[in-house]
């Protein structure tokens, strides 16, 4: 069974390490990622741990706006290219019903007693296995024809997108994962760059810089801009794409 990664996000030390306890003891396959006490954290865990669930407390220090939903913690949440599935653990029963309307999936009251993060824990478990169910039908629904490539998934936002490699006007390495941009916007995938290459036509889509792939369909020209530095134009796009030096050759006319 995949482990269910769990960040943490409470000012109080002391009560953080207490709920780590907790979830520890219930059992191995929820693992505690990371503890954060502040905004700043939770945003950068957020991206480096890209966490299955949140444990959430809503105050944590960083907001700007005292009361506001979009200064507390969940307005960090909604800027993350991957949103967990949010419990939220508050000591005020208000708080909960608000968070319900920002799309918590659960909350725990404190002072937490294990019986019941237990069941909040496993009521997120239940999305996530649905959630990855989807992915694994999207990513098989369509079995690739001699040549072509599969279907790929991504995230936008908590949904999983289908992606049909030949919407994809480009992929930008993002880390250790990939952006794949589309006529309609973009769509993070989990996957490092390298690996999603393995995976598509060859035949059309080229590797141009190392960060960077692109789909030659949606290739509008080439052109060297004013530092002699070829650049794709990309067909309805306004940015342009670099091409490094060791990608040049196969751009050269023949």
């Not at 997108?161 to 952006?179: C, G, M, N």
């Amino acid at each position: 069974m995949k482990l269910t990664r769990i960040v943490i996000a409470e000012d109080d030390p002391q009560q953080a390490r207490g709920l780590a306890n907790l979830v520890t003891q219930l059992s191995g396959h929820w693992h505690v990622e990371a503890i954060v006490h502040s905004q700043a954290e939770l945003e950068r865990a957020l991206e480096s741990v890209v966490p299955d669930v949140l444990l959430l407390d809503l105050h944590i220090p960083g907001g700007q706006l005292p009361g506001s939903l979009e200064a507390n913690s969940l307005g960090v949440v909604r800027q993350a290219a991957i949103q967990p599935l949010v419990i939220l653990v508050t000591g005020d029963p208000s708080q909960a019903l608000a968070a319900f309307d920002n799309q918590a999936v659960d909350y725990v009251l404190k002072p937490v007693r294990q019986a019941r993060l237990a069941q909040a824990l496993q009521r997120a478990d239940s999305m996530i296995y649905a959630r990855r169910a989807a992915a694994a039908d999207a990513a098989s629904a369509a079995p690739a024809a001699t040549g072509q490539s599969r279907w790929l998934t991504g995230m936008r936002g908590r949904d999983v997108v289908p992606l049909d490699p030949s919407e994809i006007l480009y992929l930008q390495a993002e880390r250790k994962y990939t952006i794949a941009v589309l006529p309609s916007g973009q769509v993070l995938m989990r996957n490092g760059i390298s690996d999603i290459e393995a995976s598509l036509d060859d035949s059309l889509f080229k590797r141009v810089h190392r960060s960077t792939i692109v789909n030659m369909k949606r290739v509008e020209f080439m052109r060297r801009d004013e530092m002699g530095r070829f650049r794709i134009h990309i067909k309805g796009r306004p940015e342009t794409l670099a091409v490094s030096k060791p990608f040049e050759q196969q751009f050269k006319p023949g």
